[in-house]
Structure formats: structure tokens, C-alpha cells
């Protein structure tokens, strides 16, 4: 079993859940104060998807679900807690009654600051070094270039949404080494992944810098975007891909920790994106799955075992285990810290 630098995951990620009251809600028990903040209403399919920064600041929104430019939403989420977070009276992420879920990352703590590694200055970066992830906010160039991640090694993927409506909606952005040089995934659709020598040459990526090109989803002249970077971390975060079966006795997917979020994208066929966390559903197999590429509630036609070194999925289907290859991102907690003393998987 691998070992672990951190060796409490909530510190960093946590999944929480829940009731809205209508009013001001002060929401706790997430471990850490969140520098991300992704919410969904599981009682209304209505109701998109809301992300929340604390490098955009409270109350801007953007949708993982839509292509929309960020908004500004007074009454959603109003401020980042030292254990969690607060909303108001928006019905996206406090409707009255209704249940919610929210998955939470911790960056650098707070807005940061410009970085300067590449040759387009980011407006602000936020990042953990020691959870591999961070936030970063920048103008587009126009022209090809580079920006500073923070991150200190090379990041597995990033998430690009441009934030401004200048030139109408412009879908999300997913690339990385994970997924392959100038390849892109689409987060806000079920659309397979597309290859283009628009898209960034990842095999230029450093351990400072992401490179883009001047496709309008990364780098458009005058444009502006954020950029969620995420890099593996041992026995904390494991990002890759796998092979579906086809097989109702699926693969098992080895992670070198116990998932408590798992993200799935069919990259070779039009299938949505699915997650699945154990606060939802806290007992193998794990079958309710949400879908942040649309606006429907929990379903529970999809089943996979989470385990303390990785997952299995234990049914077919063409979005999680077809013969395809599937992009997945894990979050959790390995069984050892770097102390070498076993600790619960959380």
C-alpha cells in the first residue's frame, strides 16, 4: 500500500450534504474552509448546476451544465467558512426543503495572487501544492502562450470555462495528459472527446506552466477564464483512464486509495458525465449517480463498489463500463499515512 503526505483528505476534499431552509443557511461539517464549492438541488432536475471560487469571488456563478458566461448571484452562495460555507435565499443552492449535495476543494486559501511563470500573467492563482490543485483566473491573449498553474508538478487535467459573455456562450474546456495531446472533453455536454491541433500541446507542459493556443475556449483576445488544474497525489487523488468490459463482473480500476468521489467520462461515445460519492450513498454498491453535464436528479441505474484501493464497477453500460476508454478522476483516503500508522479509510 502506497503511503501518503496527507493523511486526513478531508483537510482538502469533502462531500457534503445538505436541506435547504430558504433563509441563511450556514453550512458545516465540510472539514476545511473550500476555495470550490460545487453544488447541486437533488429535489428539482430543474435546477443547474453552481460552482463557486474564492479566486472569482462570492456570488459568481458558473454552471457546469451550461455554457453560459459566469453570473452574479446575490443570494447563493455568500461567503467561504472556516468549515464549510453559507448560502442564501437562491433556490439553486438553498431551496426550501429540498436536499442538496456540494463537493468541496481546498486550493491555496483564498484569492492568491498574480502568477507570473508563463508568458500570460495570471490575474490570480490559488494553489495547494500539498492536494495538487489550483485556481487560476487570467485575460486571453489572442496568441499562443503559456500561464503558471502553481502546482509544482505537472497537472494530470485542467477545466477551462471562459467567464465573459463578449462573444455569446462558449462551452467548457477538459484537456490534460490524462486524456491525451491536444484532446479535448466538453464538460457541459455528453459529446466524446475530439482531437485538433487547436487544442493545447500538453507534451509542452511543465511543472510551472500549462501552454494554450488560441482556441476560444482557452485563449480568445480579450476574453477571460478560469482554470481548475488538478494533479494525482498519492493515496490522496488519482486521476486516468480505464478500459470498460462490457461485463456485468466490471473491471476493477486501481486508485492506491479509497475513493469517496469518483468523477466517469465516456471519452469514445456520446455519454454524460457521472459522479458518485459515498455521502449520497454510503454502502457498496454505490448506485446513485448524478450527471453535472445535465440538470436531472440522483439515479440509480449505474453500480460500482468503492474499495480501499480503488473501485469496481459492477454492472455494464455504455457510461461507465462499455468497450470504451473512460476518463475518471477519484478523491479519498489511503489506508496509511506518511507516519506509517493505518488509519481508517474516511
Same mark, same amino acid.
Given at each position: 500500500?502506497?503511503?501518503?503526505?496527507?493523511?486526513?483528505?478531508?483537510?482538502?476534499?469533502?462531500?457534503?450534504?445538505?436541506?435547504?431552509?430558504?433563509?441563511?443557511?450556514?453550512?458545516?461539517?465540510?472539514?476545511?474552509?473550500?476555495?470550490?464549492?460545487?453544488?447541486?438541488? =437533488?429535489?428539482?432536475?430543474?435546477?443547474?448546476?453552481?460552482?463557486?471560487?474564492?479566486? =472569482?469571488?462570492?456570488?459568481? =456563478?458558473? =454552471?457546469?451544465?451550461?455554457?453560459?458566461? &459566469?453570473?452574479?448571484?446575490?443570494?447563493?452562495?455568500?461567503?467561504?467558512?472556516?468549515?464549510?460555507?453559507?448560502?442564501?435565499?437562491?433556490?439553486?443552492?438553498?431551496?426550501?426543503?429540498?436536499?442538496?449535495?456540494?463537493?468541496?476543494?481546498?486550493?491555496?486559501?483564498?484569492?492568491?495572487?498574480?502568477?507570473?511563470?508563463?508568458?500570460?500573467?495570471?490575474?490570480?492563482?490559488?494553489?495547494?501544492?500539498?492536494?495538487?490543485?489550483?485556481?487560476?483566473?487570467?485575460?486571453?491573449?489572442?496568441?499562443?502562450?503559456?500561464?503558471?498553474?502553481?502546482?509544482?508538478?505537472?497537472?494530470?487535467?485542467?477545466?477551462?470555462?471562459?467567464?465573459?459573455?463578449?462573444?455569446?456562450?462558449?462551452?467548457?474546456?477538459?484537456?490534460?495528459?490524462?486524456?491525451?495531446?491536444?484532446?479535448?472533453?466538453?464538460?457541459?455536454?455528453?459529446?466524446?472527446?475530439?482531437?485538433?491541433?487547436?487544442?493545447?500541446?500538453?507534451?509542452?507542459?511543465?511543472?510551472?506552466?500549462? $501552454?494554450?493556443?488560441?482556441? &476560444?475556449?482557452?485563449?480568445?483576445?480579450?476574453?477571460?477564464?478560469?482554470?481548475?488544474?488538478?494533479?494525482?497525489?498519492?493515496?490522496?487523488?488519482?486521476?486516468?483512464?480505464? &478500459?470498460? $468490459?462490457?461485463?456485468?463482473?466490471? !473491471?476493477?480500476?486501481?486508485?492506491?486509495?479509497?475513493?469517496?468521489?469518483?468523477?466517469?467520462?465516456?471519452?469514445?461515445?456520446?455519454?454524460?458525465?457521472?459522479?458518485?460519492?459515498?455521502?449520497?450513498?454510503?454502502?457498496?454498491?454505490? &448506485?446513485?449517480?448524478?450527471? !453535472?453535464?445535465?440538470?436531472?436528479?440522483?439515479?440509480?441505474?449505474?453500480?460500482?463498489?468503492?474499495?480501499?484501493?480503488?473501485?469496481?464497477?459492477?454492472?455494464?453500460? $455504455?457510461?461507465?463500463?462499455? $468497450?470504451?476508454?473512460?476518463?475518471?478522476?477519484?478523491?479519498?483516503?489511503?489506508?496509511?499515512?506518511?507516519?506509517?500508522?493505518?488509519?481508517?479509510?474516511?
Amino acid at each position: 500500500m502506497a503511503y501518503t503526505t496527507i493523511n486526513k483528505h478531508t483537510d482538502y476534499f469533502n462531500t457534503k450534504t445538505y436541506t435547504g431552509n430558504s433563509g441563511t443557511l450556514n453550512v458545516t461539517g465540510v472539514g476545511h474552509q473550500p476555495d470550490f464549492v460545487w453544488i447541486k438541488d =437533488r429535489s428539482s432536475s430543474g435546477d443547474d448546476y453552481a460552482m463557486y471560487d474564492a479566486v =472569482r469571488g462570492v456570488n459568481k =456563478r458558473i =454552471r457546469s451544465n451550461q455554457n453560459d458566461a &459566469e453570473s452574479t448571484e446575490t443570494a447563493a452562495l455568500t461567503s467561504f467558512d472556516s468549515d464549510g460555507f453559507t448560502v442564501g435565499t437562491a433556490g439553486s443552492s438553498n431551496g426550501n426543503g429540498d436536499s442538496f449535495v456540494s463537493w468541496n476543494w481546498k486550493a491555496g486559501g483564498g484569492q492568491g495572487s498574480s502568477n507570473t511563470d508563463g508568458t500570460i500573467n495570471t490575474t490570480y492563482t490559488s494553489a495547494n501544492t500539498a492536494a495538487g490543485f489550483s485556481i487560476s483566473t487570467y485575460n486571453g491573449t489572442g496568441s499562443n502562450g503559456t500561464f503558471g498553474h502553481g502546482l509544482g508538478v505537472i497537472p494530470d487535467i485542467v477545466f477551462w470555462k471562459r467567464t465573459d459573455s463578449n462573444d455569446g456562450a462558449v462551452n467548457w474546456i477538459v484537456g490534460g495528459p490524462a486524456i491525451g495531446s491536444e484532446t479535448k472533453l466538453v464538460l457541459n455536454t455528453n459529446e466524446a472527446k475530439t482531437t485538433n491541433s487547436a487544442f493545447p500541446d500538453t507534451t509542452s507542459w511543465t511543472n510551472q506552466v500549462v $501552454s494554450v493556443k488560441t482556441y &476560444e475556449g482557452q485563449n480568445d483576445s480579450n476574453a477571460t477564464y478560469v482554470a481548475y488544474a488538478f494533479a494525482s497525489k498519492t493515496g490522496y487523488s488519482h486521476i486516468g483512464t480505464y &478500459e470498460g $468490459s462490457n461485463n456485468s463482473n466490471g !473491471p476493477f480500476v486501481y486508485t492506491g486509495l479509497r475513493p469517496s468521489f469518483i468523477l466517469i467520462k465516456n471519452m469514445d461515445h456520446t455519454k454524460d458525465w457521472n459522479i458518485w460519492d459515498n455521502k449520497r450513498d454510503v454502502d457498496n454498491p454505490l &448506485e446513485k449517480k448524478l450527471a !453535472p453535464s445535465t440538470s436531472a436528479v440522483d439515479s440509480t441505474d449505474l453500480a460500482l463498489d468503492f474499495l480501499s484501493n480503488g473501485f469496481k464497477l459492477r454492472q455494464n453500460g $455504455s457510461n461507465f463500463n462499455d $468497450s470504451y476508454t473512460y476518463f475518471y478522476m477519484a478523491f479519498g483516503q489511503s489506508l496509511v499515512g506518511s507516519n506509517n500508522v493505518p488509519c481508517t479509510a474516511r
